[in-house]
């Protein structure tokens, strides 16, 4: 495997940075007080080059491989890790439109997804079922050149903000599973859409709610994929996706880790540096070895990835290790510093709140730990 990068790929890596630390990271508090984005930001993501990298120049990308991409998220989740996920979600989306929607539709989405102007978001819970993703209620019925959607959506990330949306609906009948239901486009501004938020604890600036469909009709052409087989074609971009999450949660992780290890050279306890204390630089030291360890495991799902290879396995391992690895760390931080970590002057109790959240949504550990333990036993039944 070779992770290294060109001079040019390692520019915009670079840059990202820098833009991270310069405009995202300061408003980092601000967006958790407001519940919201700021769009502006969002935008200069987008103009940047920083939203969907691995989309083609002709539909507003870049056309940079998947790891590369990666790393371009990794370095936004350094400032805030709630803004990289419009670049996730750009990703995810983006990967599933441009290889099972019409190309008219590509042509009319995919720039404004990379340009910032569209926050694109999944449409797949329901109120009866979050990790049973397939047991899909919500009903697309033909009629005509169009679909009929009712039904609701719940624990929706970015519900309240997002201008479009990959919603799944059951085309078929129950009895049919995954395999009667279908993936829509659809923007969340059409007549008969309505959008609550949940009050949460973290990622405020991502928000979470529920999408309830009331008679919502939608062109065809705005079908992603053949009818009944979205939920298998579609579902396949969620690989990447749980890649660049692992990213996401570590980059934070990674910012706490740097932070601290500064803190304990600069204060003194009993005339000494905490540095000097085992006790303080060995559970560091623990920490730094296992996120170097879960980030060589994303990216090496990334890699895969771009060499076409099957990388569902890493990506079931990301997806669950690096979240909860974060969230360890991002405590472990916030301990060291003592009764100021635990106070909202320092961000790790913000941190610790929003990257909890992350071990629940887009795969909770245990479905990531049977994905995985399927690829070396099968299919059980």
């Known amino acids: 495997m070779d992770f290294g990068l060109t001079d040019f790929q390692q ?45 083609p120049e002709e539909y507003g990308g870049s056309g940079l491989d998947a790891l590369t991409s990666g790393l371009i998220t990794e370095a936004i989740a350094e400032g805030d890790m709630n803004l990289a996920y419009v670049p996730i979600n750009a990703s995810l989306n983006g990967s599933c439109i441009l290889r099972h929607g019409q190309p008219a539709v590509i042509e009319e989405i995919m720039p404004g997804i990379c340009s910032g102007e569209l926050i694109i978001c999944v449409g797949l819970t329901e109120p009866r079922g979050g990790s049973d993703a397939a047991n899909i209620a919500l009903k697309a019925t033909k009629e005509g050149n169009c679909y009929i959607l009712n039904g609701e959506k719940t624990s929706i990330s970015m519900a309240e903000q997002a201008d479009i949306c990959l919603i799944f609906a059951r085309t078929g009948t129950v009895e049919e599973k995954a395999h009667g239901v279908s993936a829509f486009l659809v923007d969340l501004n059409t007549p008969g859409i309505t959008r609550t938020r949940f009050n949460d604890i973290g990622e405020r600036s991502v928000g979470r709610g529920s999408i309830f469909f009331d008679d919502v009709r939608i062109d065809e052409k705005y079908l992603v994929g053949n009818e009944g087989k979205g939920f298998v074609q579609v579902m396949q971009g969620f690989d990447f996706s749980r890649a660049l999450i692992g990213l996401q949660c570590l980059a934070l992780a990674r910012k706490c880790l740097d932070e601290t290890w500064d803190y304990i050279q600069a204060r003194k306890t009993f005339g000494k540096a905490l540095a000097v204390n085992q006790g303080i630089t060995f559970p560091l030291a623990e920490a730094e070895t296992h996120l170097e360890g879960a980030r060589m495991v994303c990216l090496k799902a990334l890699w895969l990835k771009a060499q076409g290879k099957d990388h569902t396995k890493e990506a079931a391992m990301a997806k669950w290790w690096a979240p909860k690895l974060a969230f360890d760390i991002t405590q472990q931080c916030l301990l060291t510093h003592g009764h100021g970590g635990y106070s909202d002057e320092l961000p790790f109790e913000q941190r610790l709140r929003d990257v909890l959240g992350m071990q629940i949504g887009d795969g909770t550990a245990q479905i990531m730990k049977m994905v995985i333990a399927r690829s070396y036993v099968g299919k059980p039944g």
Do not use: H, W
């Open 11 to 55: 520019s915009l890596v670079d840059s990202a940075r820098r833009f991270a630390t310069d405009k995202i990271a300061p408003e980092y508090k601000a967006g958790d007080k407001a519940c919201a984005f700021n769009r502006k930001i969002v935008s200069e993501m987008g103009q940047l080059g920083f939203i969907a990298p691995e989309t």
